[in-house]
Nanobody
Framework: QVQLVESGGGSVQAGGSLRLSCTVF?????????MGWFRQAPGKEREGVAL????????LYADSVKGRFTVSQDNAKNTLYLQMNSLESEDTAMYYC??????????????????????WGQGTQVTVSS
């Protein structure tokens, strides 16, 4: 049974940093075509934040996080990471790790494309205070 388990969320002041982790159980990140991070703030739609082609080094980022967030993976640890720097109050949300057996696409970062992702973690809360 495939499971994605997130950790690393918390509360931080604006300008601070957090690193989220997503560990894959029962499978490996390379086994998926694409893994990524999504977030959902109260009253808002779920949105894509950062995606990674797990078989290589390709990444995609939402415009709102470019230059601040970095998605990476450690295959030895079966883990996907999201390093978040220069956090802003607008980054406050529940963050989810997700995976699918199809290639990542830029369209995944917009609109309701998140439904294409088959596997989801339980989410980890990030709260940024100004």
């Amino acid at each position: 049974q495939v499971q994605l388990v997130e950790s690393g969320g918390g509360s931080v002041q604006a300008g601070g940093s957090l690193r989220l982790s997503c560990t894959v159980f029962g499978y490996t990140p390379r086994g998926f075509e694409c893994m990524g991070w999504f977030r959902q703030a109260p009253g808002k739609e779920r949105e894509g934040v950062a995606l990674r082609y797990t078989g290589g080094d390709g990444t995609l980022y939402a415009d709102s996080v470019k230059g601040r967030f970095t998605v990476s993976q450690d295959n030895a640890k079966n883990t996907l990471y999201l390093q978040m720097n220069s956090l802003e109050s607008e980054d406050t949300a529940m963050y989810y790790c997700a995976a699918k057996n199809r290639l990542c696409g830029a369209a995944d970062l917009r609109g309701p494309a998140w439904f294409q992702y088959t596997y989801w973690g339980q989410g980890t809360q990030v709260t940024v205070s100004s």
